[in-house]
């Protein structure tokens, strides 16, 4: 959870830097403090890559692919509002300058209103993107890129930023999650007909951080699964046992118990392999269990350290 | 649970002496429309110093009271947690407190005749939130006099009166409705019969075993709170009548893994097994087949050598689910008689 949180942290600083005036005009003549990059590509194996720098010069590269989700965040080592260079420790570099192309837009986002329109700057960036993956699970090498500096009027109304709707909080009937030193795994159990694809959404997370030292700037990689299962991979018909078999990229069974101490135990074979990473374990004594039924409460089991 | 914690736990175990020193003692509340009025009392209480690792202590609840503590903390046997046992002697004080005087008799267990000796230090404390009237004074010195006391198997023995001593002298005061204290117990038994646990909802599991004959009460609960690591926090209380005193024996700790085995909520017959470490020995089972409460479980420790296991013990197991009960365990309908009622360590002490 630690880490979870930090990770949620460091995306929410990020998403704070986020101006709230819209006087400026988009292009890379305006104030650097009011406006993001967004760098639209390719990877390799059908994974889409989008990078994006926001105003405070945080630099999130984010690879994706069907429930699959990596960010790897760094530093912008340049001020100019028209201009990217960063290092992935690594992973890969990048140093492209900002070419519009066309008039400033102002599209209509879901949900934002005219007024909340952005006002968004097309064109190209050229220079060096390289990008490796880990084990090369995907990799981009290009001089140019479709790209866009955006202004926009509110963090939720981006974009450069595709937020996509999640089934209604209060539509589940019972959830479970674990969290371990750097992971988290959450799974929902929906009413019938919430979402297509199954009755459950299983989640798992992962984040890594590396400090910055004299060489290198940080970086810190926050990965993310979410896949739809049916309703046989959440057994949970008797309130002391709970069996979750989830689909690939998850593999093996965990199992949640009352033991005789009256503790609850959660325990199994369950993993997640991430897109480069060898499978991570989901399940043992280092996780700490809750499990919630609507409208009757949770479980929680404290683990020690 | 490290040292910090343990010190926490002998503080509050002092805090709670000094709060039974402090008491209300004979307050008898007059209820008048929305007032009711707080007798005045006096209460005091001896420091005795350290012996054999317990704290010692005579406290004067009120007036006509007088308890000999002897207080001990240290870390449970096989675990991180916490192990506290404690011992209170409860006689009538024949002596007027108001003037300083304490003499009591505490059967072949000892006897004080004493008066008190201000050193000059005063201190003086207004009424209460919700009540109005003189401020109350606290006289620091020291007591003079005789003053002997051993326990059982003289696991302590205390013979001088010299030692840290207040004296609290509470006027009458008038309190709105519901703000004055309660009133002491006449009762010397009270002084040292736990208060209950009727309804406890953090316990996922609770077993709770007592008898009582010949006017001994012997009461033992283990409990497992919910979300907590393996183990359970296991309390025991004896109260236990002698010829003009009572004596009670208290023990709280926090045992390791494998203290307390239940069959799971919902089976039938349920089960359960009671495995202390020390100062315990031995183990208990029950079976809610048989109602039988089997084993060789007993207390070994200063002042209390017995047996915890026999026919004329009662039990009572619970073992709940948390997202079916959310009360948790409730062992009783209505509140249960005093002596029937599971132990708790610090209202013990009050």
């Known amino acids: 959870m630690r880490m979870r949180w930090a990770v949620a942290a460091l995306a929410l600083i990020a998403l704070l830097c986020v101006p709230g005036g819209a006087g400026a005009k988009a292009g890379h003549g305006g104030p650097p403090a009011e406006q993001w990059i967004d760098v639209a590509l390719e990877g390799s194996n059908g994974y889409a890559i989008h990078i994006s720098v926001n105003p405070r010069r945080h630099l999130i590269l984010q690879v994706s692919k069907e429930g699959f989700s990596a960010e790897y965040m760094t530093r912008d080592l340049l001020a100019e509002a028209d201009r990217i260079k960063a290092r992935l420790l690594g992973l890969g570099t990048i140093s492209v300058r900002f070419h519009p192309h066309g008039p400033v837009r102002h599209p209509l986002l879901p949900g934002c209103g005219r007024k909340k329109r952005p006002a968004v700057q097309p064109g190209v960036v050229r220079g060096t993107i390289r990008f490796v993956g880990e084990r090369e699970y995907t990799q981009v090498k290009v001089g140019e890129a479709e790209a866009a500096i955006e202004e926009p009027t509110g963090w939720l109304c981006r974009y450069g930023v595709r937020f996509e709707p999640k089934p209604r909080q209060r539509d589940w009937v019972s959830k479970f999650s674990t969290v371990g030193v750097g992971t988290y795994l959450l799974a929902r159990k929906y009413r019938p007909g919430v979402f297509e694809d199954g009755q459950v959404i299983f989640l798992a997370e992962t984040g890594e951080a590396f400090d910055r ?42 199992t949640l118990a009352r033991t005789p101490e009256s503790v609850f135990t959660w325990e199994g074979d ?14 043992g004594p280092g996780f700490g269990p809750e499990y919630c039924l609507r409208g009757s409460g949770c479980v929680r089991q404290d683990v020690d350290g | 649970m490290g040292s910090g914690r343990l010190s926490l736990v002998v503080g509050l175990a002092v805090a709670a002496l000094l709060l039974a020193a402090t008491g209300s ?67 009538r004080n024949l002596g ?11 059967g072949s267990m000892g006897r004080v005749s004493l008066r008190f000796r201000p050193g000059g230090l005063v201190r003086k404390r207004d009424p209460q ?55 002491s117990p006449r009762s010397l038994r009270r002084y040292v019969t736990p208060v209950p646990l009727s309804a406890d909802d953090e316990s996922i599991a609770l077993l709770y075993a007592f008898t009582h004959s ?4 012997i009461g033992i609960t283990a409990a497992h709170p919910e979300g907590s690591p393996p183990g359970a926090v296991v309390q025991l209380a004896v109260v236990e009548p002698r010829r003009g005193m009572v004596i009670g024996h208290g023990v709280y700790l926090e045992g390791p893994p494998g203290t307390l085995l239940t069959s799971q909520p919902g089976a039938h017959p349920a089960t359960a097994t009671l495995a202390p470490p020390a100062p315990f020995y031995g183990k208990a089972s ?42 948790g365990c409730e062992f009783f309908t209505r509140e249960p008689p005093p002596d029937e009622r599971p132990a708790s360590l610090g209202r013990a002490l009050r």
């Open chain 1, 213 to 254: 030292d004299s060489d290198r700037p940080p970086l810190t990689i926050f990965r993310h699964i979410s896949v739809p299962a049916p309703v046989s991979t959440f057994r949970d018909a008797h309130p002391e046992h709970l069996i979750l078999a989830p689909p690939p990229p998850f593999s093996g069974t965990g």
């Open chain 2, 286 to 327: 029950y079976s809610e087949e048989s109602r039988a409460w089997t084993g060789n479980l007993g207390i070994s420790s200063a002042g209390l050598n017995l047996p915890l296991i026999g026919p004329d013990f009662r039990v009572h197991l619970c073992v709940v689910n948390p997202l079916r009960d959310r009360d």
């Open chain 1, 270 to 283: 369950l993993s997640v392999q991430f897109p480069g990473l060898d499978p991570i374990p989901l399940a």
């Open chain 2, 25 to 91: 003692g004979e307050a008898e509340l007059r209820h008048a429309g929305k007032f009711e009025v707080q007798k005045a009392n006096t209460v005091g209480v001896l420091f005795l110093g350290r012996e054999r690792g317990y704290r010692i202590a005579l406290s004067m609840p009120n007036e006509r009271i007088a308890i000999f503590y002897a207080i001990r903390a240290e870390k449970a046997e096989g675990s991180d947690g916490l192990s506290f046992s404690y011992s209170a002697y409860v006689a």
């Open chain 2, 214 to 217: 010949h006017g001994r009460y």
């Open chain 2, 96 to 106: 007027n407190l108001g003037h300083g005087v304490v003499r009591a008799r505490f």
């Open chain 2, 129 to 183: 939130p919700g009540c109005e009237g003189a401020a109350e004074t606290t006289e620091y010195g020291r007591f003079a006099g005789h003053l002997s006391f051993h326990g059982e198997g003289n696991y302590f023995h205390v013979s001088s009166a010299g030692g840290r001593a207040a004296l609290d002298h509470e006027p009458r005061l008038r309190c709105e409705k519901g703000q004055a204290e309660e009133p």
